[in-house]
């Protein structure tokens, strides 16, 4: 398989804060990469370091298997952004933005035309072709700035939380559009913080965090390399102490609360403990009103190594 | 007291644009004053003719009248070229540029005539070309005085004798004496100083203010005061006060700066506390003008453009830049719906104050008109507001 | 790509209706505004000689000394009476040739209407002449003061003259003849040979406001064109970041980007050029030279606008600050607010007036309208195109730069 990119030791400083701190990257062709990590942990610093828009300290980045500098034109016609904030112009419609942007990349008028009514399409911003950008809701407005940056259809797309204020239908269909965009042979490179996208979307995700890459793999694989396993709640009253000490004593149970007649379980992963608590409450014929077990979502996965919620809102 | 702060911390982001004005009038109003400062303070300034003379005649008479405008102007060597000699009296480098034909000392001395051609070219100061021309005709005159009382022609062996006598009978000294206090040059070249810094106030607190206020009426961060439960008059309240703080201190600043190179012994003078009065209620007067202005107009974009022209087309037409009298009457009359030029003609008064009766009365007055401007400009800027309020309603 | 980029830039210029709007309407109205109040130099003559009025004070002279004093003022000047409203001395009559007006006054009296501003200055007679005037910051106060004293000076020197004559009789070299107290009156008031060339100079010193003003709205595009170069470079805009992006060098972009503005102001010097000759301020009949000049000047000031805007890494306020505020200093210097500076700085920091952009489009207009001969015309051209050559250099060097510290 291609690597469409590729960073070794990169190491990028504000001053003296490290943003990006001797980070080592794959992307390979044809995959949806994720990259996921809390506010400010150097997400969209490392996406500009891989496009040389920043200077960094240390490191190479190879990109199409060539070594990727400012002035590497016929590597940039291949690739398109997606900026985390929307960079459009405030005087031109949403039509000539799109135009414009796209002509950076596709000087045949003709093709043009074609491009930019597929990515209109694409955006569902059809009804707005004619508004100005400071007519556009948030939302509609952050769609624009998508489709200023794929619609020249480029090998590579960076895209930098694209997501952010749409509405759920929308969303899904860029998401969808995302899906499609890599079905026609894109690579896509893509930050977030909504777990469910990355589940949904990527083929291989990296949690960073302080500018570090903590973990890569698919969304299985990282949930398996996590130390938590599943969380089993048993409601239940009369529980005694040496109950509860038993039950913290099976091999399979890494902790436990209990509180208000619930019983909270933390398992050991790659166990399955449930089955353990199910035989144990009918060894000892202690009566539950409800049980229930969750896997462990990446949310959790992310909490556990970082030792932060991914969005402050979850 | 939120609005009030929330006022100087957007007020940050002009922290540069504030600082490059300053700056510049730093530079310039120190440049301007140095340049004018008297070296020595009692001496009554007069403008000295620069003559430059080409000499084509070489005569002994011709070398002695060279010699005597030596003697009571200052000769300004030039190249004698069309070029050399316009720039040199278009930049005042010489007045006055005297020409002496080459038969000059044979037709001076000529019993048939009493004159001799001479040809000369002026620069704009007529007064200097007066003087100069005056410099050329009395020794003229002088010569042929002596030439008449010869008995109409001078004879060669006294021609020496003669061109020395002419030559000290000219220099003849006036003492020159200035009146009264020596201070009078330096406060009018504060009063001059205190004019520039119109104009600075003007453009400072038309793009300052501007880009502050408009940044703070932008809906959005009204809103979010508005809904946080601050009264909308309590805010509009705390924006005047916070720009009425930032001007004082502005204008603190540019007025202690101009004592600074003058010299703060001024401050003992009458006429410098009329002064400081005249540009304080001035200050005031501004802020009330701008402040309108950028309500009526609202627009970031054109702020710029606003504070530089708007800056400059008050100054021009108020006697900042050009004396007054140079003003024509109707422009005059418009200009007299700001500020500036009551502040101008009252600065002029107190620069020209008799200092045995004073008569401050016209100060008064020009105080009084500003003031008066300060609160309509005010109200209009009150009843614009209430006004666009309804109409979002 | 090129004219991709251009069109575009060229649509979002024209489309900011509001800018587009104040910067042609802005600089129209300054040049109108700056007209009327200018106007006045060119009807009235600004430097026209009024007489100084004068208090003179005889005091205790000797009574021969007052009476050829008084002859003298006879001679040079006009009686004149106080203004009731305490104004400078009146005269009935025209003063025409008059050099001063005057009026006798007891030492006391000169001294209030010195004071009060009444007369210029007070002369007191007596073995020396002495005048006495205020000492203040005022061209006309010092102009007026050296004719005054040059007068005076001309009293004495006649009674030296008088004196010598009467040495010369004395002593035997000169023997008095018929009608000679006569012919030595009628020889102190020969004319001289004087002729004064009247020069275009005059004129060029009023007009030398508007030659800065024009030096000034050539140089006035640089504030536009360094927020053009904030749309190139990727650190100033986000915009600029995504454009950046795109596979082109800068210097193309730079250049697609930077034509709109050089168009733009283009014309705007052009109109301005034809609404100061709709106004009726004549620059003179070379209105070829003139507008090569004033569009050199406009391409001078966008390119200044871009060194500054790609060498200045520093904050957007401060270069906003300096696009607005160093053309209206150069136009300071060139002596746009007062043409006294003008010769200031040209005595004292003659190196700032030969590089001065502004001052050297308004030179350049002078020198138009005031020279037969093209030579400094040509001269000027050559070094506002060196200068307009050091800006495009340095903002090549500026936006040589290829990525960035930081955005
Ligand atoms: N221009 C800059 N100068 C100094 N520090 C910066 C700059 N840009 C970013 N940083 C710092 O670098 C770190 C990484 O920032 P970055 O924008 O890459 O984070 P991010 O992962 O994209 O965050 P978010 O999810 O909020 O977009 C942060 O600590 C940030 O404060
Ligand atoms: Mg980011």
């Known amino acids: ?314 | 007291m939120r609005a009030f702060k929330l006022y100087f911390k957007v007020m940050r982001g002009s922290l540069a644009t504030i600082l490059t004005y300053i700056g510049i009038f730093v530079v310039i109003a120190n440049f301007v004053i140095n340049a004018q400062l008297p070296s020595k303070e009692a001496d009554l300034k007069i403008a000295e003719p620069k003559i430059t003379v080409f000499d084509a005649d070489e005569s002994p008479v011709s070398k002695a009248f060279t010699a005597y405008l030596t003697e009571h102007a200052e000769i300004v060597e030039l190249e004698d070229t069309e070029i050399a000699i316009n720039d040199a009296l278009f930049d005042g480098e010489t007045y006055y540029v005297i020409r002496i034909p080459q038969d000059f000392g044979k037709q001076m001395l000529d019993p048939e005539r009493n004159d001799a051609e001479l040809n000369a070219q002026g620069s704009i100061y007529v007064h200097l070309s007066i003087v100069s021309a005056q410099l050329v005709e009395r020794y003229n005159q002088t010569f042929q005085v002596y030439k008449q009382a010869f008995g109409g022609s001078i004879p060669a062996e006294q021609l020496e004798n003669t061109l020395d006598l002419i030559r000290t009978d000219l220099q003849a000294e006036v003492s020159t004496r200035a009146f009264l206090s020596g201070e009078t040059y330096k406060i009018t070249l504060l009063g001059t100083s205190f004019n520039n810094t119109f104009y600075i106030l003007i453009a400072l607190l038309t793009s300052v203010i501007g880009s502050t206020l408009i940044a703070m009426e932008n809906q959005s961060v009204k809103n979010r005061d508005l809904v946080s439960g601050i009264p909308e008059r309590q805010r509009t309240f705390g924006i005047f006060l916070a720009t009425l703080l930032f001007s004082v201190v502005l204008w603190v600043f540019l007025i202690v700066f101009m004592y600074t190179q003058l010299g703060f012994d001024l401050l003992t003078d009458t006429r410098s506390l009329w002064l400081i009065g005249v540009s304080f209620v001035h200050m005031v007067a501004v802020l009330a003008v701008a402040n309108f202005f950028i309500t009526l107009m609202r627009n970031k974009g054109a702020l710029n453009f606003f504070s530089t022209v708007f800056s400059l087309a008050v100054s021009f037409t108020s006697g900042v830049f050009v004396p007054l009298e140079l003003i024509q009457a109707p422009v005059q009359k418009v200009a007299s719906f700001m500020p500036t030029v009551w502040a101008v003609k009252a600065n002029n008064a107190i620069v020209h104050m008799p200092e045995q009766a004073p008569d401050y009365s016209f100060v008064w007055q020009a105080m009084g008109i500003m003031t008066l401007m300060t609160v309509a400009f005010l109200c209009l800027t009150l009843v614009l507001r209430k006004s666009r309020q309804r109409s979002f309603a | 790509m090129f004219r991709h980029i251009t069109k575009y830039k060229t649509l979002a210029l024209v489309k900011d209706h509001s800018s587009l709007f104040w910067t042609l309407f802005f600089p129209l109205v300054l040049v109108t505004v700056f007209h009327l109040a200018m106007s006045g130099m060119f009807s009235s003559d600004t430097y026209r000689f009024d007489p100084v009025t004068v208090a003179v004070v005889t005091g205790d002279a000797k009574q021969e000394e007052i009476k050829a004093f008084d002859t003298f003022l006879d001679y040079v000047g006009v009686p004149g009476t106080p203004d009731e409203n305490d104004g400078p001395l009146k005269v009935d009559t025209d003063p025409q040739n008059a050099y001063i007006i005057y009026i006798k006054a007891e030492p006391e009296e000169a001294r209030v209407l010195l004071d009060k501003n009444q007369v210029y200055a007070f002369v007191e007679v007596g073995e020396t002449v002495t005048m006495t005037a205020k000492n203040i910051l005022n061209s006309s106060n010092s102009l007026n003061g050296s004719v005054l004293r040059s007068l005076l000076e001309r009293y004495t020197q006649i009674k030296n003259t008088m004196n010598s004559i009467e040495n010369l009789v004395t002593s035997g070299a000169i023997r008095p003849g018929r009608d000679f107290e006569e012919r030595i009156r009628k020889a102190f008031e020969s004319d001289t040979g004087l002729h004064e060339e009247d020069q275009g100079t005059k004129k060029g010193d009023v007009l030398i406001y508007f030659f800065a003003l024009l030096g000034y709205l050539s140089i006035f595009p640089m504030a536009g064109s360094i927020s053009s170069v904030a749309e190139l470079e990727a650190n100033q805009s986000s915009r600029a970041a995504r454009s950046w992006l795109a596979p082109y060098p800068m210097w193309k972009r730079f250049f697609a980007e930077i034509t709109p503005n050089v168009v733009l102001y283009s014309i705007l010097i052009v109109i301005i050029y034809y609404y100061l000759g709709v106004l009726g301020v004549d620059l003179g009949p070379r209105t070829g030279y003139i507008l090569v000049l004033l569009l050199l000047g406009t391409l001078t000031g966008i390119f200044m606008g871009t060194a500054v805007g790609s060498l200045f890494k520093g904050s957007t306020g401060i270069k906003t600050a300096l696009g607005i505020g160093l053309p209206l200093v150069l136009g300071f210097f060139s002596g746009m607010m007062a043409s006294e500076i003008r010769k200031l700085v040209k005595n004292s920091i003659p190196f700032l007036q030969k590089i001065n952009p502004v001052s050297l489009v308004a030179e350049g207009l002078y020198s138009l309208y005031n020279y037969s001969t093209l030579d400094r015309y040509f001269d000027i051209v050559i070094r506002l195109s060196i200068f307009l050559v050091i800006a495009i250099v340095l903002t090549i060097i500026g936006l040589r730069r290829s990525n960035y510290e930081s955005i």
């Open chain 1, 1 to 314: 398989m291609q690597t469409e990119v590729r960073v070794r030791n990169l190491v990028k400083r504000y001053k003296d804060l490290v943003a990006v701190d001797h980070l080592d990257l794959e992307i390979q062709k044809g995959e949806i990469y994720g990259l996921l990590g809390p506010n400010g942990s150097g997400k969209t610093t490392l996406i500009n370091c891989i496009l040389s828009l920043l200077r960094y300290e240390k490191g190479e980045v190879e990109i199409f298997g060539e070594p990727m500098r400012p002035d590497a034109h016929h590597l940039k016609q291949n690739i398109g952004v997606v900026s985390q904030e929307p960079a459009v112009y405030d005087e031109l419609s949403v039509y000539e933005n799109i135009d414009y942007f796209c002509g950076l990349y596709v000087p045949d008028k003709a093709v043009r035309r074609k491009l930019v009514e597929e990515v209109i399409e694409f955006v569902q911003l059809d009804e707005f072709r004619k508004f100005r950008p400071k007519k556009l809701s948030g939302g509609l407005l952050r769609r624009l700035n998508l489709a200023c940056g794929i619609a020249h259809k480029p090998r590579l797309i960076f895209l930098d939380e694209p997501t952010v204020a749409v509405d759920p239908q929308s969303r899904n269909r860029i998401l969808e559009g995302i899906l499609q965009l890599r079905d026609e042979g894109s690579t896509i490179v893509y930050t977030t913080h909504y777990m469910e996208e990355v589940e949904f979307l990527c083929d291989r995700i990296s949690i960073m965090d302080r500018g570090k890459i903590l973990i890569t793999g698919t969304s299985d694989e990282i949930k398996a390399i996590s130390r938590s396993g599943e969380t089993v709640r048993v409601e239940t009253f009369d529980l005694d102490e040496s109950h509860l000490k038993a039950i913290e004593a099976l091999p399979t149970v890494e902790s436990l609360e209990y509180e208000q007649a619930e019983l909270v379980l933390k398992m050991k992963a790659k166990t399955n403990g449930l089955l353990d608590i199910l035989n144990y409450f009918e060894h000892h014929n202690i009566p539950m009103t409800k049980i229930s077990s969750k896997q462990p979502t990446l949310n959790d996965v992310f909490l556990e190594i970082t030792g932060k919620e991914l969005r402050d809102d979850v």
